[in-house]
């Protein structure tokens, strides 16, 4: 997959962000776990899936609370992997799920784990809200962009005070 890349500068550190002609392939803090290496990629400015997740990315940093409708074109992951993630999308602005109820919603009460394993790697950081995703009894475990990054976004959600 031909991928282009740019970055976007947000209170919470820059974001590379990765689309094909398809749509947009991903979102990463600076220094995220699970990044791809990103070698080879070119920057383009006008990608349309570029500008519109930056556009939305700005929004929501801003306050705004409108739904992500920037296209999304996995360019990773397996068939679970993709399972989750399209859960996490259902997560709306302000609420939390457990890793556990994840794994029930999917029909896999055992495999809360791999669920866990499955949001850390989701590559669309934000977009795909796995920072809405928390440990059992509301703990707050880790996010691949940080904990701190967790925190502030759950912070501008108003899923925490």
């Known amino acids: 997959m031909d991928l282009k890349c740019s970055h976007l500068d947000t209170p919470l550190g820059p974001i590379l962000l990765a689309a094909s002609d398809q749509g947009l392939a991903g979102a990463w803090f600076d220094g995220q776990q699970h990044m ?9 400015r006008q990608n349309p899936h570029l500008k519109q997740a930056a556009r939305e990315l700005t929004d ?3 306050g705004a609370r409108a739904p992500f409708k ?9 068939a679970f992997q993709h399972a989750v ?3 996490l999308q259902g997560i709306r602005c302000g609420q939390t799920t457990s ?3 994840l794994a029930l919603q999917l029909k896999k009460p055992m495999a809360s784990r791999a669920v866990g394993a499955a949001v850390g790697k989701n590559p669309w950081s934000i977009i795909v809200p796995c ?4 440990g059992a009894h509301g703990a707050l475990t880790g996010y691949a962009g940080g904990l701190d990054r967790k ?3 759950l912070q501008l959600e108003g899923a925490l005070l």
Request: no cysteine; aromatic share 20%.
């Open 151 to 153: 925190v502030a976004l």
């Open 85 to 87: 993630w399209k859960a």
């Open 99 to 101: 890793y556990g109820q």
């Open 36 to 44: 791809p290496n990103f070698e080879g990629w070119k920057i383009d």
């Open 60 to 62: 929501y940093f801003s």
């Open 70 to 78: 920037v296209r999304l074109s996995a360019a990773w992951g397996t």
């Open 131 to 134: 920072h809405r995703v928390v």
